[in-house]
Nanobody
Framework: QVQLVESGGGLVQAGGSLRLSCAASARYNMGWFRQAPGKEREFVAAITWSGSSSYYADSVKGRFTISRDNAKNTVYLQMNSLKPEDTAVYYC?????????????????WGQGTQVTVSL
């Protein structure tokens, strides 16, 4: 079974940037999700295994970019213009399915999560 290891979270001021990484043990369609305290886990971005297609939540479109380096089996989430409402634990997830990559239920394997905190 694929294993996922996330890194790159931290504390940043509003307007700043962070890049999250998710190293996988195999090549899958990948997604990033986040969960803020007291809220449900929500979709952030996804990318197909080839990198040919990517998808974003409206709340991050234009600010976040998902990409992948298949030589390293690593997926990245570049987060720019961060806002306090982006504060959450960010999770990467993997799936062999190619439909509805925005849905949590489509993903079989999850990383341990990495905290992102955006201060005013």
């Amino acid at each position: 079974q694929v294993q996922l290891v996330e890194s790159g979270g931290g504390l940043v001021q509003a307007g700043g940037s962070l890049r999250l990484s998710c190293a996988a043990s195999a090549r899958y369609n990948m997604g990033w999700f986040r969960q803020a305290p007291g809220k449900e886990r929500e979709f952030v971005a996804a990318i197909t295994w080839s990198g040919s297609s990517s998808y974003y939540a409206d709340s991050v479109k234009g600010r976040f970019t998902i990409s992948r380096d298949n030589a390293k089996n690593t997926v990245y989430l570049q987060m720019n213009s961060l806002k306090p409402e982006d504060t959450a634990v960010y999770y990467c997830a993997a799936t062999a399915r190619l439909i509805n990559l925005r849905a949590l239920s489509q993903y079989d394997v999850w990383g341990q999560g990495t905290q992102v905190t955006v201060s005013l």
